[in-house]
Every structure is written in C-alpha cells, then in structure tokens.
Nanobody
Framework: VQLQASGGGLVQAGGSLRLSCAASGRTFSYYVMGWFRQAPGKEREFVAAISRSGGNTYYTDFAKARFAISRDNAKNTVYLQMNSLKPDDTADYYC???????????????????WGRGTQVTSPA
C-alpha cells in the first residue's frame, strides 16, 4: 500500500489543522492505520491509531484531549484532526499502515510496515 500524507502547515498556537493520508494499491480496509510524528532532534513517536473499521481508536497521552483520528474506507483515507495546537506539536507527521486482514491485531502502537512521507506541522509560540 502506498501512503501520501497532506494537510500540514504553519498555524499559530491554539489553532487547528486536519491532516489527511490517502492510501492506494491495496484494500484499505484490511489495514490498521496510525499517525506518528518526529520533532527536530527527537525520535519518532506514536500519536494515534485506528482499527480497520474505525470502531476503535488509540492515542498517546498528549493527543487524547486534543487530537482525533478517523478514517473513511470508501475514500481510502485516514485523518488526524488536531486542535489547540502547541509549539511542542511542531514536527513532521507520518501516516503508517499495518496489515490486518484477519482483524487480529492487538498492538496498535508498533509494527507498522508501510509509511508515507511526512507532512510538516509548525506551530510557533
């Protein structure tokens, strides 16, 4: 599966952005989808994930109250709505896919085999 993230940009602290990730090449609904980010000089970290149907979502602590992951399987797209952005949210954001044809995945935080290019989010102080 090929992934293409978009929607990044420059937004003042307190603002909102919605990232999109379009998938192509395989049956999108067979994949768990995740968002990760990497800030300058830091390691890549998990942000959020969503199950194949969209019925289950998972967030890291900093994202729980401000971010929302969703997906539209008819459009082969996963989204990350980010609200109340902070300077610490400045990073490159990556979408990732994890094959789960039998709907048996229990680890939504690691093991992603497919990655898109990042989209940059900047939220200056």
């Amino acid at each position: 599966v090929q992934l293409q993230a978009s929607g990044g940009g420059l937004v003042q602290a307190g603002g909102s952005l919605r990232l999109s990730c379009a998938a192509s090449g395989r049956t999108f609904s067979y994949y768990v989808m995740g968002w990760f980010r990497q800030a300058p000089g830091k390691e890549r970290e998990f942000v959020a994930a969503i199950s194949r149907s969209g019925g289950n979502t998972y967030y890291t602590d900093f994202a729980k109250a401000r971010f929302a992951i969703s997906r539209d399987n008819a459009k082969n797209t996963v989204y990350l709505q980010m609200n109340s952005l902070k300077p610490d949210d400045t990073a490159d954001y990556y979408c990732a896919a994890k094959f789960d044809r039998l709907d048996t995945v229990t680890d939504y935080y690691t093991g992603y085999g497919y990655w898109g290019r990042g989209t940059q989010v900047t939220s200056p102080a």
